[in-house]
T-cell receptor, first 112, second 116 residues
Framework: SQKIEQNSEALNIQEGKTATLTCNYT??????LQWYRQDPGRGPVFLLL?????KEKRKERLKVTFDTTLKQSLFHITASQPADSATYLC???????????FGRGTSLIVHP | DAGVIQSPRHEVTEMGQEVTLRCKPI?????LFWYRQTMMRGLELLIY????????DSGMPEDRFSAKMPNASFSTLKIQPSEPRDSAVYFC??????????????FGEGSWLTVV
């Protein structure tokens, strides 16, 4: 069956360091992969989208990589700040319906 | 733009009662989604509409759940009768057609449902 795996353990890092979150998938041929941020008590907010033929996408302090051979996406936040503390969800869309299926998210805690 | 608007934000109801959740999508978006989020199962797609027509309701857990979209600016998710295991956060979301960029989903703030 199709599966999207994100680390269920919270990632704790020190302010200023680079945070790296992982999204692994099995039995998928995704056309697109997206990353969302979710703050407590709020809905997820779109951050970045990367297509299957793209290796890397950047937006300000954010970088996403997409390796379809490893079936993995890495999400990096450079120069992390306490305000980056949130849960980060990855979402995969296959060709055809393009409707994304979400992973369960990883909590990031940036300590001052 | 006001974004996706959901109501109520919080609802506490007794088992067996009917619950109606409401959603106003972003103007111009012709896809509307209902998701449910729990600690155990994460964010699950319940149903989605395209141009007010239900396309895929395979995620609706059982016949107690129903969703309608009478027009482009309004949708409801109804649970009748409600059960304690329905307690969750219900998100409505909308998006433009996938085009060449996939579906970027715009979520509302959620309706927090507690069934006691």
């Amino acid at each position: 069956s199709q599966k999207i795996e994100q680390n269920s353990e919270a990632l704790n890092i020190q302010e200023g360091k680079t945070a790296t979150l992982t999204c692994n998938y099995t039995n998928y041929s995704p056309a697109y992969l997206q990353w969302y941020r979710q703050d407590p008590g709020r809905g997820p907010v779109f951050l970045l989208l990367i297509r299957e033929n793209e290796k890397e996408k950047r937006k300000e302090r954010l970088k996403v990589t997409f390796d379809t051979t490893l079936k993995q996406s890495l999400f990096h936040i450079t120069a992390s700040q306490p305000a980056d503390s949130a849960t980060y969800l990855c979402a995969l869309s296959s060709g055809g319906s393009y409707i994304p299926t979400f992973g369960r998210g990883t909590s990031l805690i940036v300590h001052p | 733009d006001a974004g996706v608007i959901q109501s109520p934000r919080h609802e506490v109801t007794e088992m067996g009662q009917e619950v109606t959740l409401r959603c106003k999508p972003i103007s111009g978006h012709d896809y509307l989604f209902w998701y449910r989020q729990t600690m155990m199962r994460g964010l699950e797609l319940l149903i989605y509409f395209n141009n007010n027509v239900p396309i895929d309701d395979s995620g609706m857990p059982e016949d107690r759940f129903s969703a309608k979209m009478p027009n482009a600016s309004f949708s409801t998710l109804k649970i009748q009768p409600s059960e304690p295991r329905d307690s969750a956060v219900y998100f409505c979301a909308s998006s433009t057609p996938p085009g060449g960029w996939g579906n970027t989903i715009y979520f509302g703030e959620g309706s927090w449902l507690t069934v006691v």
